[in-house]
């Protein structure tokens, strides 16, 4: 599904990532973790289009999307929930989840799919409220929401669990384990919460000072000393 190969970008004279290469499977949840500051953001914004890549290649579905505008990967079946979730808080929930239908064709663009509201019910209650009324928890929720309405190939998450109490952060768990056992997407997450990582790794790679210095099965983790390998 998501190819990335020798990836380098740089800020100024500072190099933030180094021939970085990994990869994000159809029907599984990779999970990419490592400290503050070591490229993982970063690495998002240049999969999604956000920022350009210095050297190194990006293939969807073994497309070349390098080069690709960040609205075309969206229409390739890409979605991007970015940390801080990033709402539009003066919009109602509705609207904010109607954004995300904007790479949707036909009929299918002005109605939301009723199992949003299955894996998100508190959403239903709140249609109309505006997205800046609701909690962090909530807020995520509606930022996942509006990212899974195009029916997205690849679903990247930023730190979903960060600010989140205990319980939505199960919920939220919950939606990702079920949209991976589902087999139509592939998951990217970026996580620094390790339980949760671990809960949902097929695949696991550590991030440390823009490379990926180790990687492997996410059953493997504990015996690998992932928790500590990373300091979470």
Do not use: W
Request: hydrophobic residues 45%.
């Amino acid at each position: 599904m998501l190819e990335v190969k020798n990836i380098n970008q740089f800020y100024g004279g500072s190099q933030i990532l180094r021939d970085v290469s990994l990869s994000a499977a159809m029907g599984a949840c990779s999970v990419l973790l490592g400290r503050n500051g070591v490229g993982k953001t970063t690495l998002l914004k240049c999969l999604m289009g956000v920022l350009p890549v210095k050297s190194g290649q990006i293939f969807l579905d073994g497309k070349d999307i390098t080069t690709l505008k960040p609205y075309v990967r969206a229409s390739l079946g890409m979605a991007y929930v970015p940390q801080g979730r990033e709402i539009f808080s003066r919009l109602t929930v509705e609207e904010n989840i109607l954004m995300g239908l904007a790479v949707v064709k036909g009929k299918a663009a002005s109605r939301i799919p009723d199992d949003i509201f299955e894996m998100f019910p508190v959403l239903a209650e709140m249609l109309h409220r505006r997205g800046g009324d609701l909690s962090g928890g909530q807020q995520q929720q509606l930022a996942i929401a509006r990212a899974l309405v195009s029916r997205p190939k690849l679903l990247i998450l930023d730190e979903p669990t960060e600010g989140i109490q205990p319980s939505i952060i199960k919920d939220i768990e919950r939606v990702i384990k079920m949209l991976a056992q589902r087999g139509e997407m592939a998951i990217l997450l970026v996580e620094q919460y390790y339980d949760f990582a671990e809960a949902l790794a097929d695949h696991y790679m550590v991030m440390s000072r823009g490379q990926i210095v180790k990687n492997g099965l996410g059953k493997a983790m504990q015996a690998d000393n992932i928790r500590n390998f990373v300091a979470l």
